[in-house]
């Protein structure tokens, strides 16, 4: 039986989001599903809600997931704890996720879960008070 995690809150990438509306099967769906069965208390804002929203419209993924769902997300997250983003200057790879450490740092994350090597944000390792994992970190665990 896993541990009680109620009290952590915990940022999802937005690519960790939306793959779990992809694949049913991974990891981070796995992350999804703890929060939606109240595992852990999600931080989301109103800049993730958007980024999601703009995502939504790529035809890519419009074959791999129908807006329905996507609107289901989007509400869901509208009903979390949005914070206004802090603002941060670190540098990292990709500038356009620096917003995800401001979440992590306004709401005193305990953990931001990201599978985007790229943005530069796993290679921190911790942000602040906040641990950054990839998402099977996270599952095997933290929430095992």
Do not use: C
């Amino acid at each position: 039986m896993g541990k009680a995690v109620n009290w952590m809150r915990v940022v999802l990438d937005t690519n960790i989001l939306v793959s779990a509306l992809i694949s049913e099967t991974g990891t981070p769906h796995k992350a999804s599903e703890a929060w939606l069965g109240g595992r852990f208390d999600l931080v989301s804002s109103y800049q993730q809600i958007e980024e999601l929203r703009r995502i939504s419209r790529y035809s890519k993924l419009q074959q791999l997931v129908s807006k329905h769902v996507f609107g289901e997300l989007i509400n869901a997250l509208g009903e979390v704890a949005l914070i206004e983003v802090v603002a941060t200057v670190v540098e990292i790879s990709d500038p356009d996720d620096v917003f995800l450490l401001g979440m992590a740092k306004a709401s005193a994350a305990d953990y931001l879960v990201t599978g985007d090597k790229r943005a530069g944000l796993l290679a921190l390792g911790t942000y602040g008070r906040t641990r950054i994992v990839t998402p099977t970190l996270f599952v095997n665990e933290v929430l095992s």
